[in-house]
């Protein structure tokens, strides 16, 4: 709230706040009064509702996101995603509430002459009323309920862009706010490390006392169970070694991946027509009796091809569509002369011979270990994932993680005392501490399904839970011991830096400006220097000459030398550069003030959510 202070203090700020705010937020603020909510809601503010499957999709959609983007799906953490989407949600039904408090409505004849307009209804440049109808039952909504979203659409709309519209942030400053960021500075830094310091570092008892009775509410012991797990990796597991069949397989799949004809050309008998699957198995016979192949396509074939003897050419997968694989069974093994079994595909029923093989197009010998490597991979692939899907049946089934092991043969892991917070062990993922206390798999201490580690799959199963729990002294004394070992050491390392920063001042910075301290020329933005570094470099300004400083830090403490700051004016910037960067100060400033907008009604709105909802939506 203080940028917003700092703001409303100014005077643009209390013409702001006369013209659009008070009116606005301080005769429009909800009263609190007793509310229900109705067990297919989450959350209701005033009469606007988000309902429980309005609320599922969110979280589906927002995890669906983060898995598109490359996120390891068990390093999303569930719980963080849900407030996510609950706080979002929850600030949009308190603006839509206000907006209606406010009596911010948007007439039927504007919704219409919007509608009108949207490309969706639109045919050959004009509305359409049987694409709005259409709309209307693909979406299962009436023309009324359609109004009411939009309406409620463009009222929220318009009442944000009242508040964030009202950021005003003038000219002057924002040319300061651009300086600032153009200013850099060559900079020197020696670090002093608290771990350096420790073996200075006393603590007495009493002090380890002292600070147990001041953070006692700080001092918990996490919730705990003790973790049976096993885990599966494609990489450990005995593999059958290809055959000749699962070899030619990744062969026909590498050279259709890669639009590469094996070689093979063919002639064919297509039988098309509600008795096709009996005239081929007629024409099959007569084959086999040995009549002539190119005859019988002149005779039967329902192909054009069968006027030359059946002829179709270099062997295309793709031609077969949804077929293909099946095509390529019936070819498979098959040499120059022999022909194939009636094989169906969209077009027909299809008897093949292959007519010429060019060995060198084929050329399996020449890729064969590589088609050995994709055949040994995708065999590992497939029991990989049928054994996943095993473990998961009989975990289902309600066996343990330990008589699982044994049916299929691998260790069971052990995590005693595994930490909800703060957890350092190998299976530190949020996914699996989600997992390791679940309510229902804790009660009923069953295994969880799998949770998928990147290249790995896991099974835990939880027992022992034990509820988090103030800590006695005894228990928190080592981690008093190194809290107070920390705070101490960085003290004394903050003295050094301090001498050595003054000894600077009076003999020069000579000693302290050595090539191996240099990390070059340095913007407010910088990431090689620490926050707090960071927050000390253009504090320090003389009018000319190098500056020397000490700082603390969250390590120990740091001894900075800083150079004549190069004071760029945003003057030099383009007219498109700075209208780029007044733009995005005051949408950040038009971001802040909503917040704090948000804030204000979140403390001034009675917001109901339904925790018997929400909590079922954690499992």
Not at 27 to 47: C, D, H, M, R, Y
Not at 225 to 249: C, F, G, M, R
Not at 481 to 508: F, N, P, V, Y
Request: hydrophobic content about 40%; proline content about 3%.
């Amino acid at each position: 709230m203080e940028k917003m202070r700092n703001f409303l203090n100014s005077w643009p700020g209390r013409l702001m706040l006369v013209g659009t705010l008070i009116p606005m937020a301080f005769l429009g603020t909800g009263t609190f009064g007793k509310a229900s909510i109705q067990p297919n809601e989450l959350i209701k503010v005033g009469e606007q509702v988000v309902d429980v499957s309005t609320f599922q999709a969110e979280v589906n959609a927002e995890r669906n996101a983060l898995l598109a983007s490359g996120v390891d799906a068990s390093l999303i953490n569930e719980e963080a995603l849900i407030q996510l989407v609950l706080k979002r949600l929850t600030d949009k039904a308190l603006l839509e509430n206000q907006a209606s408090v406010l009596g911010m409505t948007v007439s039927d004849e504007m919704i219409s002459g919007l509608l009108q307009q949207y490309d969706i209804f639109q045919d050959n440049g004009q509305f359409s009323n049987d694409k709005f109808a259409t709309y209307l039952q693909q979406n299962r909504l009436t023309k009324d309920a359609l109004f009411h979203l939009e309406r409620l659409r463009l009222s929220l709309r318009q009442l944000v862009t009242s508040i964030v519209g009202t950021a005003i942030y003038p000219n002057d400053q924002i040319s300061r706010l651009i300086d600032l960021q153009l200013e850099a500075r060559e900079v020197w830094v020696h670090r002093y490390t608290w771990q350096d310091y420790v073996d200075q570092v006393e603590i007495s008892d009493a002090q380890i006392e002292e600070y147990f009775n001041k953070n006692q509410d700080k001092l918990l012991k996490p919730a705990t169970v003790d973790l049976s797990y096993i885990e599966l990796n494609p990489e450990t597991l005995k593999v059958e070694e290809p055959t000749e069949d699962d070899i030619n397989a990744q062969h026909a799949a590498y050279l259709k991946e890669n639009g590469i004809s094996d070689g093979r050309e063919l002639a064919q008998i297509l039988l098309t027509g509600a008795d096709a699957a009996k005239k081929a198995e007629e024409v099959r016979k007569k084959l086999d009796a040995g009549e002539s192949f190119e005859a019988l396509a002149k005779q039967y074939s329902d192909d054009p091809s069968g006027a030359n003897g059946g002829n179709i050419g270099t062997f295309k997968p793709a031609v077969f569509g949804d077929a293909a694989a099946k095509v390529e069974a019936a070819l498979s093994g098959l040499t120059v002369g022999q022909t194939s079994q009636p094989v169906q595909s969209g077009f027909g029923y299809h008897i093949f011979k292959v007519t010429k093989v060019d060995d060198n197009a084929t050329a399996l010998a020449s890729v064969r270990d590589q088609m050995i490597d994709r055949a040994s991979k995708f065999k590992r692939s497939q029991t990989f994932e049928d054994l996943s899907a095993r473990i998961n049946t009989m975990a289902t089934d309600g066996m343990g993680v330990a008589d699982i092991a044994k049916e299929i043969g691998v260790q069971v892991g052990r995590i005693d005392g595994y930490a909800q917070t703060d957890n350092r062990t190998p299976l530190a993922q949020p996914a699996v501490i989600a997992a390791a206390f679940d309510d229902f798999l804790i009660q009923d201490q069953s295994v969880s399904p799998n949770i998928s580690l990147g290249d790995k799959n896991v099974w835990v199963q939880s027992s022992n839970y034990q509820p988090s729990r103030p800590l006695t002294l005894q228990e928190a004394r080592p981690q008093i011991q190194q809290i107070l070992a920390k705070q101490k050491a960085i003290e004394l390392a903050l003295a050094d830096a301090k001498k050595q920063a003054e000894q600077a001042k009076t003999s020069g910075t000579a000693s302290l400006t050595v090539p191996s301290a240099n990390i070059g020329m340095i913007t407010r933005i910088t990431p090689l220097l620490s926050p707090l570094e960071l927050a000390s470099l253009f504090l320090h300004q003389s009018a000319e000459g190098n500056d020397v400083w000490a700082v603390q830090t969250e390590e120990g403490a740091s001894v900075i030398v800083g150079g004549p700051v190069n004071k760029t004016q945003e003057s030099q910037l383009s007219a498109t550069d700075r209208q780029r960067a007044a733009t995005v100060i005051r949408d950040n400033v038009g971001a802040d003030q909503l917040e704090d907008y948000l804030r204000y009604l979140r403390d001034s709105t009675e917001v109901i959510i339904n925790d018997k909802a929400l909590q079922e939506q954690r499992h």
